[in-house]
């Protein structure tokens, strides 16, 4: 401090402000946000300086802020997908800047008597957990080989000889491989999984812009609609041809709590502009109209069986009428590898399974004995 009150200091000077920060005031949400941006400001090798409770100065001698400064710009965004005010920061170029610097840095010092609590609420300390957890698996997913995690759904055509072919393959990081790295339950946390879905949602893109050799063939994922409309989505698009481009199928979540209709048909105008082909996923039979959904623009509708070989009461599963208006071989009904899931997907007459393994051929018609006439 007093090397920059004397104009000593030179180089760029990045303060970090939580003051506006909702719950700032209790210290273990406080040091979870600093934690936070500690963690990836150890990649750009500032000087780091606590210059009270709730800020920092991040020093830059002879290196570019600008990549810190970007990050810190995304950090803010998450926070306002949050509904949360963001961090505020501050650039001051030194030695130019050091008056400016100085009186920023004495306006958030606390006052003496400063009257905020520190106790944690019961709400408070969940999302303090939350963000923890969060925290934990963007590090993990930071420095992770995405292909280590990565698997492929096969989605399987029947074919008029009774047996299975193959149609495209859905590629999915692998759910269960991060919650083992982390020992966290994703799946079983919502909110976690709403706030980790875009950055999954970056890195398979990612993987297929470092394997663009997959799409030689039929291949599927499954993007958010906000990712869709992003520059990230369309970085990737152009670094494809367009026989790529007409192998890539993207798969719409319907269960997506962001997703509204302006948006989704943002989302699929971004696909058909691209030449790629537009898959909604996560359907359930359940479903008795298709709502928003595009379905003029849609090329698969993905129904989602699981359990409901189980179901149970006065509701029998059946095909709603919208979905066999749309077309019952474009339906593709996801049962991993249930052979009950399997038999009532065939009862129902689907004609496109999403399984990991083949599914078993038809047999002999019955009464058969399942040698040629004659």
Known sequence: MRQVQSGQAGGVAVALDLWEVPHAENPLFRRAVMELVDRFAGRFTPEIVDTGPYSQVFLFHGTSPDPFIEKLHAVASDFAGQHLTAPRFTVFHLPADTARFVAHLRRLLPAADDPRPSALTPAEAQRLAAIHRLGAYEQVLSRADIAAVVRESPVWRHDDDGGWS???SEVTVALDSL??????PLRHD????QQISPILDRRIIRH???EPTRLQSPHSINLLAGTVVEPVFQEFMRGLSFDQRVN???ELPVTDPDLSRERLEEAVDVLRLWD?????DHLSLRNTDPGFLPLAAADYLKVDMRGLDQAAGAWEPRIPDWMLRFGLGRLIALCPDSSCET??????GFQLLERRTRPPADGPPAGSSGRPAG
């Open 208 to 210: 297929f812009q470092t």
């Open 343 to 348: 038999e009532l997907s065939r009862s129902l």
């Open 248 to 250: 890539l199928i993207v």
């Open 179 to 184: 919650e083992r790295a982390i020992g966290v």
């Open 190 to 193: 919502p909110w976690l999984l």
């Open 276 to 280: 790629c082909r537009v898959a909604f």
């Open 166 to 168: 193959l149609l495209f």
